[in-house]
């Protein structure tokens, strides 16, 4: 590279991470940054169980979020090169970088030990996957039973999306809720009932097998089912993996304190496909949005020939909505354990619809003012990996 020569830096994916990412990075003169992701808009994925229910389009034109230094480039990536720093694309394209932001965010499945989920089950972790959901639900009749698999906060989201609408809706889990404090899962257990939602939870619930019109249970029971939505399970793009990166077992790219690949220090990761010694954060755009700067923040650093500086983020809570009426807000410790406090009713649910606007407006402002994005800070990180050394930490 010449000295009169822009610093190359691509981030691949163009989610939360990605785009704080670039918007970030393009603040600096001499940085050329190019954000290569498959699709031409931005995804909202916290409002993907609305786009199932049909009543949000859960995506944003890039050309109002990116500032005016990122160039988008439509394609996939399909290998990274890291020897020679070079990304090749789907259409056959090759691309030279100084660095790489790796942000390939997560994906959702099904389980292939589970009979027939793979062929009869809805996922709703992506935008092709909750089109796909939204198609199916507009070919049966509203009275047709709904089963929505898993009550994490997507399982709660879209059983009672679908229930506002007036559908007949069954959810099947464990716990209604399990990463919430026992009152705000009260509140959303009580939300769910006044929206018409039946609820089979227990420890011992397990859904062993999924047919075309109903599921079955681990006691034998077999509940009917036109249309079975399974929010359980997660995972994250092979590209990693497949460009002889070292990863976790979920497939993350594995990196240090910093958010720098372990093998090689021209490849920084953010979002839900890092793994930071081994030991990512809880995957959510609560998470994502911070490590996209943070990771930005290690390119320029090293751009500068400084060093760059550990992560260091805090979780403020968690929120869920619950229909349109009803959310619930967890207040969190900074480690993300549940504080006793949360917001429930009429006004959690106008809290977290607060959360999802200013998720897009925090994008823009970076775009505009690069430094701009704040975030929590705390000092639990070095006793999460102490945890996590001693074989005690709980994800």
């Given at each position: 590279?010449?000295?009169?020569?822009?610093?190359?830096?691509?981030?691949?994916?163009?989610?939360?991470?990605?785009?704080?990412?670039?918007?970030?990075?393009?603040?600096?003169?001499?940085?050329?940054?190019?954000?290569?992701?498959?699709?031409?808009?931005?995804?909202?994925?916290?409002?993907?169980?609305?786009?199932?229910?049909?009543?949000?389009?859960?995506?944003?034109?890039?050309?109002?979020?990116?500032?005016g230094?990122?160039?988008?480039?439509?394609?996939?990536?399909?290998?990274?090169?890291?020897?020679?720093?070079?990304?090749?694309?789907?259409?056959?394209?090759?691309?030279?970088?100084?660095?790489?932001?790796?942000?390939?965010?997560?994906?959702?499945?099904?389980?292939?030990?589970?009979?027939?989920?793979a062929?009869?089950?809805?996922?709703?972790?992506?935008?092709?996957?909750a089109?796909?959901?939204?198609?199916?639900?507009?070919?049966?009749?509203?009275?047709?039973?709904?089963?929505v698999?898993?009550?994490g906060?997507?399982?709660?989201?879209?059983?009672?999306?679908?229930?506002?609408?007036?559908?007949?809706?069954?959810?099947?889990?464990?716990?209604?809720?399990?990463?919430?404090?026992?009152?705000?899962?009260?509140s959303?257990?009580?939300?769910?009932?006044?929206?018409?939602?039946?609820?089979?939870?227990?420890?011992?619930?397990?859904?062993?097998?999924?047919?075309?019109?109903?599921?079955?249970?681990?006691?034998?029971?077999?509940?009917?089912?036109?249309?079975?939505?399974?929010?359980?399970?997660?995972?994250?793009?092979?590209?990693?993996?497949?460009?002889?990166?070292?990863?976790?077992?979920?497939?993350?790219?594995l990196?240090?304190?910093?958010?720098?690949?372990?093998?090689?220090?021209?490849?920084?990761?953010?979002?839900?496909?890092?793994?930071?010694?081994?030991?990512?954060?809880?995957?959510?755009?609560?998470?994502?949005?911070?490590?996209?700067?943070?990771?930005?923040?290690?390119?320029?650093?090293?751009?500068?020939?400084?060093?760059?500086?550990?992560?260091?983020?805090?979780?403020?809570?968690?929120?869920?909505?619950?229909?349109?009426?009803?959310?619930?807000?967890?207040?969190?410790?900074?480690?993300d354990?549940?504080?006793?406090?949360?917001?429930?009713?009429?006004?959690?649910?106008?809290?977290?619809?607060?959360?999802?606007?200013?998720?897009?407006?925090?994008?823009?402002?970076?775009?505009?003012?690069?430094?701009?994005?704040?975030?929590?800070?705390?000092?639990?990180?070095?006793?999460?990996?102490?945890?996590?050394?001693?074989?005690?930490?709980?994800?």
């Amino acid at each position: 590279m010449s000295a009169t020569q822009d610093t190359r830096v691509i981030v691949i994916g163009g989610g939360y991470a990605g785009v704080l990412a670039a918007n970030r990075l393009q603040g600096t003169p001499g940085v050329a940054v190019t954000l290569v992701n498959p699709r031409p808009e931005f995804v909202e994925r916290i409002r993907l169980h609305q786009l199932a229910a049909g009543n949000h389009g859960a995506t944003a034109a890039y050309d109002t979020l990116l500032g005016g230094g990122v160039r988008l480039l439509v394609d996939g990536a399909e290998r990274i090169d890291a020897d020679i720093r070079q990304v090749q694309l789907a259409s056959g394209e090759v691309l030279d970088y100084d660095y790489l932001v790796y942000a390939v965010g997560s994906t959702g499945g099904v389980p292939a030990s589970v009979p027939g989920a793979a062929e009869f089950a809805y996922p709703l972790s992506e935008l092709e996957q909750a089109q796909r959901l939204r198609a199916r639900l507009q070919d049966v009749p509203m009275s047709a039973p709904v089963v929505v698999v898993g009550g994490g906060l997507t399982g709660i989201e879209a059983a009672s999306e679908f229930a506002e609408a007036g559908r007949n809706v069954t959810l099947v889990t464990d716990v209604v809720g399990a990463s919430v404090g026992a009152g705000a899962r009260r509140s959303i257990v009580k939300a769910l009932t006044k929206l018409g939602v039946s609820i089979i939870d227990g420890p011992e619930v397990l859904v062993t097998g999924v047919e075309p019109d109903a599921i079955t249970l681990a006691d034998g029971n077999r509940l009917p089912s036109a249309v079975t939505v399974w929010t359980t399970g997660f995972g994250v793009p092979g590209l990693a993996a497949a460009s002889g990166l070292r990863t976790d077992v979920l497939g993350r790219l594995l990196t240090d304190e910093t958010l720098t690949s372990v093998d090689n220090e021209h490849i920084v990761a953010a979002g839900d496909a890092a793994s930071p010694s081994g030991v990512p954060l809880r995957m959510s755009c609560q998470s994502a949005g911070p490590l996209g700067v943070q990771a930005a923040n290690t390119v320029l650093a090293r751009i500068a020939g400084a060093e760059p500086k550990v992560i260091n983020q805090a979780f403020a809570g968690q929120c869920v909505s619950v229909g349109r009426s009803y959310g619930t807000v967890q207040l969190c410790h900074s480690d993300d354990s549940p504080r006793r406090v949360f917001i429930g009713g009429r006004t959690g649910a106008f809290f977290k619809e607060q959360v999802c606007r200013a998720t897009l407006t925090f994008l823009r402002k970076e775009g505009v003012k690069p430094g701009s994005y704040f975030w929590f800070k705390g000092d639990n990180r070095a006793r999460q990996l102490a945890e996590a050394q001693q074989g005690t930490l709980v994800r």
